[in-house]
């Protein structure tokens, strides 16, 4: 079905195309079209009502907030000691800090719902304004034609038809006008409450036997930074069917890693392992491997956590870019070599299962200098994405002549669901982008995969090249990307709809085009 603002270019490119005395009747057919068309959907009103309540829910949140903290600062440590008081400090300072994102929450939903209640008051009143030259287009037309819409020679007047095509003009650009203004709202609206309500981790991990307190704690710790959740959304669901499934000594041995960890990191970890579809054994090597180190989140961070959300406001192009990994071990494609989806993959499945993270940054043996080092991690990293391409392509695609280098967008949606979509249980389809408004439409699921923690491919082409990027972040009007090139990068959505995807590289290329993204089912 047409959106309002496709229905409203429709008519107004009937009206551009009806010309002299043969073209007054699809032009009176397109203008009463254009006058029976109400105005951008929506309540002013109810918007209006909803953003207020946001913004003194916000207020209130601010108020427990600051008593909350009071006591993690204050009270609290004076009142316990030893392990019980550190637990309970813990689970104060998670509180605390949901306390804090909640009132973040509900203080930019309410700025957004404002928003559009005063851009969707101003259009639907520049909608009814717009009639005003239609409704006089119309009755120039009407003395034009007959009633069958046929133009009439006895009262034929070209001046006349050419003021009724002026008229006719104004009147629909200002009702384009006013759905681009509304649709535009309405996106930015929608991408910030997909967001936000995608923060919302606690809700998610749900698991018999594990406490508000435990929840609290477990979705609000992060990697380094405070964008940089270990538990992801999609992450927490899962972990907590996966507790759910597991059988009583096993989920006995889970909760004594979990109690046993040295810091809210290591716990997390633990848990995303499960999550990633891992045993209770698997899980419990892997703790034994990290948990000297449970207590720095750096070393944590560097080895099981790849790529790194921005935290500050972010800034769009690569003059801003953030290099991935250290030097001599970024996350990066080999040189010259066509595995751009490969490269990219690889590195999203070590943001979903630390296990398979730690095996290529260490080899699964953490602190032995002969695995644990950026020359053996290069080397790994480069045979694994040789893996998966090798296992994503056809044999005719390695003929003499008629076979050509990289993956195409249905072998990047297989490789993506057989290294990615096994370990998150995400099903990826590919979405073919035939111009702005498919990139525009596209957007708005393209942000609420991102904002749920699944990333998104996306090919850029342009001329004869073509190039795999991940789209793994949004804030605002901006778009993180993983390029596997070896760097993370903010462009704008306008850089996505507009050709303008050359933003996200580091080098000159004719690749602007964004033509295909791989989304969630």
Known sequence: MSTHREQVESLGRTIAAAHGMWGAGDLKDAVDAAVRLPGPAGSPDALDHLGRACVDAAARISDVWLTVVGVGSGELPEAWTGQVGESAAEVV??????????????????????ELCDVLDHARARHAAARDPLFHASGLLADLTTWEGLPDPTSWDDDRMHEAKAAAQEGIAAMLDAAQQAEEAGHRAAAELNRLAAGAGAARLRARGLSAADRLALTGTTALGDLNRILGPQDAARAGRALDRLDPADRQRMDRLLADSRSPQERAYLLKALAAGHGVDEVAAFDRQIHDHGADPHWLGDRLSPVRLDSAAPTAGTAHLRPVGEPGARWQQADAAPTCVAASTVTMRAMADPVYALQLTTGGRPGDPGYDNRDAFAQRLTAEQNRVYRSGREWYQDLPLVGRDGLSDGQSRDVMNQEVGAVTGTEYRNVDLGGQDARRDVLVDVE??????????????????????????????????????????????????????????????????????????
């Open 93 to 114: 300072r998670a509180a605390a800090d949901d306390l804090d994102r909640m009132g973040r929450a509900y203080q930019q939903a309410g700025r957004r719902l404002l």
């Open 448 to 521: 609420k995969a991102v904002d749920g923690g699944r990333p998104v491919p996306v090919t850029i082409r342009g001329g004869d090249q073509g190039h795999q990027l991940m789209i793994i972040g949004h804030s605002g009007d901006k778009l993180q990307v993983y390029n596997p090139w070896g760097y993370t990068v903010w462009i704008t959505e306008d850089d996505f709809v507009d050709n303008r995807m050359g933003n996200a590289l580091d080098q000159p290329s004719p690749m602007n085009t964004a033509t295909s993204v791989r989304l969630p089912k």
